[in-house]
C-alpha cells in the first residue's frame, strides 16, 4: 500500500485527445492525482466540475490535475465536452495503474462482491513523492481540503526543482 512520502509510481496513460500522459513529465509541479469509478455517474461528474471550477486556483499553486478511471477514450472525450472539464482524463482500461496506487481493490458493487475503484486522490509533490493522500474520498467538499492541504504543503516545503510549463 502507498503510503505519504513513498516515490509515485510511474505510468504513461492516454487522454481523451490519444495524447500519451507520463507521470513524470510533471516532475518540478504538484500533481493532484484523482482515481474515481466512472464517468457521467453523480459522484464522478460533481468531483470532475469540482475540480474544474478551482482549475485556476490549482494551477497557481502549481498543480496539475490529472483523474484516472476505467472508462475508454471516447468516454473521455464526452464527458469532458458534456461538463466543460478542463481536468486531464486519463483511461486505465487495464487498471495495471489503479494497481500500482493500490485503489483497485474488493467492494461490494450493487450488493455483489467484485473488484472496482476505491475513489481516491494523491498530492504529488515536485520531486515525485506522495505528499498526501485521501482514500476513500467523499466528493463534498474534498477539492476544497485539496487545495487547503496544498497550499500548507507548499509553504512548508522547499525544493530545488524548478516548476516549468506543460
Not at 472539464?85 to 493500490?102: C, F, I, N, P
Not at 476505491?118 to 515525485?128: E, H, N, Q, V, Y
Not at 477539492?143 to 487547503?148: F, G, P, R
Amino acid at each position: 500500500m502507498i503510503k505519504v512520502g513513498d516515490i509515485a509510481p510511474e505510468f504513461c496513460l492516454l487522454d481523451g485527445d490519444k495524447q500519451k500522459i507520463h507521470l513524470g513529465a510533471f516532475r518540478g509541479n504538484w500533481v493532484v492525482l484523482y482515481f474515481y469509478p466512472k464517468d457521467n455517474t453523480s459522484g464522478c461528474t460533481r468531483e470532475a466540475v469540482d475540480f474544474t471550477k478551482n482549475f485556476e486556483a490549482l494551477k497557481n499553486l502549481g498543480a496539475e490535475v490529472l483523474g484516472v478511471s476505467l472508462d475508454s477514450l471516447a468516454n473521455h472525450k464526452k464527458f469532458a465536452e458534456k461538463h466543460g472539464l478542463r481536468v486531464t482524463l486519463l483511461s486505465d482500461l487495464d487498471h495495471k495503474v489503479m494497481e500500482a496506487y493500490g485503489v483497485w481493490a474488493p467492494k461490494k458493487i450493487y450488493g455483489r462482491e467484485g473488484y472496482g475503484v476505491i475513489r481516491s486522490t494523491f498530492l504529488i509533490d515536485p520531486a515525485g513523492r506522495i505528499a498526501h493522500l485521501w482514500r476513500p474520498v467523499k466528493v463534498k467538499g474534498h477539492v476544497d481540503e485539496v487545495i487547503k492541504t496544498l497550499k500548507e504543503l507548499a509553504k512548508s516545503k522547499t525544493t530545488a526543482i524548478e516548476p516549468r510549463e506543460h
